[in-house]
């Protein structure tokens, strides 16, 4: 078998990660990666993580559910695994009804709704799980584009638009406390709040994924 050449953006990436020696650890092009999302998706904080699952799981680590989550039907199987990772029980419902069912879920005892793809009323579904206490995370995978306006959103980047051939994943807030937690979360800690205890995860995107992901956004 053969290899053809390397982009060139590749190869200018990868030579200034050795010459840093700057491999983790919220690198300078884990940063810019960070912001150029920020930009394109016109939201004040992204998280990068090292992939859609770590995304999911650091996300849940912040909110802290302390009841069932009400899970949409066409979420992947990987945002479930996150759920069973925590041990937070599951509730499923079809796609399509996020109104009626954050607030039939929120007198039930749920205390989280996780979404994915298109939310129709958007800001009002969020108003509604505002008054409900419930939090709200929604995958943004599919589309990328705008993002609701969900407590925090999520993303794995080699299922989305991007198509990020370095795989990883990002977390976006417009909460600052929360974008916070966020960044401390993907640093060995999943959370550390009473009802979630701490747990020792490493979710930090490596230099060499955010080099590939700003080549695929300048794609």
């Avoid at 302390?66 to 899970?71: D, E, H, K, M």
């Avoid at 407590?151 to 994943?169: F, K, Q, T, V, Y």
Wanted: proline fraction near 5%; charged fraction near 20%.
């Amino acid at each position: 078998m053969s290899r053809g050449p390397l982009p060139e953006a590749w190869v200018q990436a990868f030579d200034g990660i050795l010459q840093r020696g700057y491999y983790a650890n919220n690198g300078p092009l884990v940063r810019q990666f960070e912001q150029e999302l920020c930009r394109r998706l016109e939201v004040p904080f992204a998280v990068a993580v090292n992939s859609g699952m770590g995304a999911a799981m650091s996300a849940l680590g912040v909110l802290a559910p302390t009841g069932p989550a009400l899970i949409a039907s066409d979420c992947g199987p990987w945002l479930r695994r996150s759920l069973d990772w925590y041990g937070i029980p599951a509730w499923t419902f079809e796609s399509g009804t996020h109104l009626e069912v954050s607030v039939r879920g929120a007198r039930q005892g749920a205390s989280i709704l996780i979404t994915s793809g298109f939310v129709a009323e958007a800001d009002r579904v969020a108003e509604v799980c505002e008054q409900a206490g419930l939090s709200w995370m929604h995958d943004v995978s599919a589309g990328l584009r705008n993002t609701p306006a969900a407590h925090i959103d999520i993303c794995d980047l080699e299922r989305s638009s991007l198509r990020n051939p370095a795989a990883g994943g990002c977390t976006f807030t417009r909460d600052a406390g929360l974008a916070d937690l966020l960044r401390k979360s993907r640093s060995f800690k999943a959370g550390s709040t009473p009802e979630m205890p701490a747990r020792r995860m490493n979710f930090k995107m490596s230099e060499a994924q955010a080099a590939l992901g700003l080549w695929a956004l300048d794609g």
